[in-house]
Structures are given as C-alpha cells and as structure tokens.
C-alpha cells in the first residue's frame, strides 16, 4: 500500500502519547506500508528543528524520510496542484501535498485534518483522517 502522509501525521507521531498520537506511530511504524513524501513536506517539517538544534526530533523526521521516493518542487507539481486547488477549492499546501501524492501513485494520503475538510471531496485517491482511526 502506497501512503502519503501530511507533516501532521508527523507531528503528532512525534509529540506526545494521546490516542491520535499512538495511532500516528502506529502508522509510522507499520512495515507493510510504502511511503511517499514531498519536498513540501519536508520543507513544513524540517527547518525548525534545524533552527532550534532539537537534534532528536530531526533524526526522527530524517529517519522517515530516509529511502522513501520524495516528490520534488517542481513546475509541473505547481501546476498539478493549482488544477486541485481550483477543482476542489484547496488551500495551498494541501494541494501541493495532495498533487504530490496523486503524482507518485498513492493509494492513500493520511492526514491530521479533522473530516469534512474540503481536502476529503479529492476523487483522485482516498483521503483518511488521522482522527477517524
């Protein structure tokens, strides 16, 4: 199963032992998953913890990322993700996540977003919230 996580599922994996926090590792953890990211994604993640020498947090961050296909910035996801945003009236970065999904072939994109989001209308995969597991 191709899954795309949002810098969310992330965070919450990382922070914390409340429900949707153990079901964020859970997720993480599971091996029987592929998962895709974005430069987007890291691009929300990565510098603060850079920034503040919260080393810890980074190496978790990194340790995700490490050997997972990564979807570049690029003019082409732009576009991709302006046709979303139009589509299904997207915030920004929500669109950038999704276009990047739909681009590598995910089966689904998880995300911490409560449902009924606009993000959960997309048809092009099946979107899932991390607090309806």
Same mark, same amino acid.
């Given at each position: 199963? #191709?899954?795309?996580?949002? @810098?969310?599922?992330?965070?919450?994996?990382?922070?914390?032992? @409340?429900?949707?926090?153990?079901?964020? #590792? @859970?997720? %993480?953890?599971?091996?029987?998953?592929?998962?895709? !990211? @974005?430069?987007? %994604?890291?691009?929300?993640?990565? +510098? #603060? +913890?850079?920034?503040? &020498?919260?080393?810890? /947090?980074?190496?978790?961050?990194?340790?995700?990322?490490? =050997?997972?296909?990564?979807? +570049?910035?690029? &003019? /082409?996801? =732009?576009?991709?993700?302006? !046709?979303?945003? #139009? &589509?299904?009236?997207?915030?920004?970065?929500?669109?950038?996540?999704?276009?990047?999904?739909?681009?590598? =072939?995910?089966? /689904?994109?998880?995300?911490?977003?409560? +449902?009924? &989001?606009?993000?959960?209308? %997309?048809?092009?995969?099946? %979107?899932?919230?991390?607090?309806?597991?």
């Amino acid at each position: 199963m #191709k899954t795309f996580l949002d @810098s969310g599922v992330l965070l919450f994996a990382w922070l914390g032992n @409340s429900p949707r926090s153990i079901e964020a #590792k @859970s997720i %993480v953890a599971d091996e029987s998953r592929n998962f895709l !990211t @974005s430069d987007a %994604v890291k691009l929300e993640l990565l +510098p #603060k +913890p850079t920034f503040e &020498k919260r080393r810890a /947090e980074l190496e978790y961050y990194n340790d995700h990322f490490k =050997g997972i296909a990564s979807e +570049p910035l690029s &003019k /082409e996801l =732009g576009v991709e993700a302006l !046709t979303l945003a #139009k &589509k299904y009236d997207l915030a920004a970065m929500d669109a950038l996540h999704l276009a990047s999904a739909i681009r590598q =072939g995910a089966d /689904e994109f998880i995300t911490s977003e409560l +449902p009924g &989001k606009l993000m959960f209308r %997309v048809k092009e995969l099946k %979107v899932i919230s991390l607090h309806s597991l």
